[in-house]
């Protein structure tokens, strides 16, 4: 629900975060690994309010972390966590060669090879301009693509 989202955040108090399912042997549980303590990480449950939580935790993150391959065959395809980062006004870093790319421009989103890229991104001292540009860029190329405009023509 984009709704949770509405409102800029002023508590950007998380660098970057995490909040989802990770296991150690997956690709993602990997990634967060390698990024340590650099990540904040949250696993999101299913209990009553949990999406609440996770709305509030991404309008803290300054930016995120994907992994845009699937669980099962490891086939890359673009995740509702790019469109909640969006919403989230937070800077989105997406797995290279994510179909990401072909809805929304590449300016739009940093698009990382590996962990240790993510790190350094995060390390620099223009870290928190960046993001907060980044962020913005995402949030302003997924309007056209906000729920709102589908049900406006639906319904007229």
């Known amino acids: 629900n984009p709704e949770w989202y509405d409102g800029a955040s002023s508590d950007r108090s998380v660098d970057l975060g995490f909040m989802g399912s990770f296991d150690s042997d ?14 904040a990480c949250r696993r999101r ?12 935790f991404m309008l803290r993150c300054r930016a995120t972390v994907n992994v845009a391959h699937s669980a099962g065959d490891g086939a890359m395809h673009v995740k509702a966590r790019c469109v909640e980062a969006a919403w989230a006004g937070c800077m989105l870093f997406e ?11 590449h300016t739009c989103f940093y698009e990382y090879q590996n962990p240790a890229e993510v790190a350094a991104v995060v390390q620099r001292l223009d870290f928190k301009y ?19 405009h589908f049900w406006e023509r639906v319904i007229g």
């Open 45 to 56: 449950t299913g209990e009553p309010g949990a999406y609440k939580d996770y709305a509030d």
């Open 95 to 105: 797995s290279a060669g994510s179909p990401l790319g072909r809805w929304i421009p």
């Open 26 to 39: 997956s690709a993602r549980g990997r990634v967060l690994a390698e990024l340590g303590n650099l990540v």
């Open 130 to 148: 960046m993001a907060k540009c980044y962020g913005q860029r995402l949030r302003e190329a997924m309007q056209p693509h906000h729920p709102r």
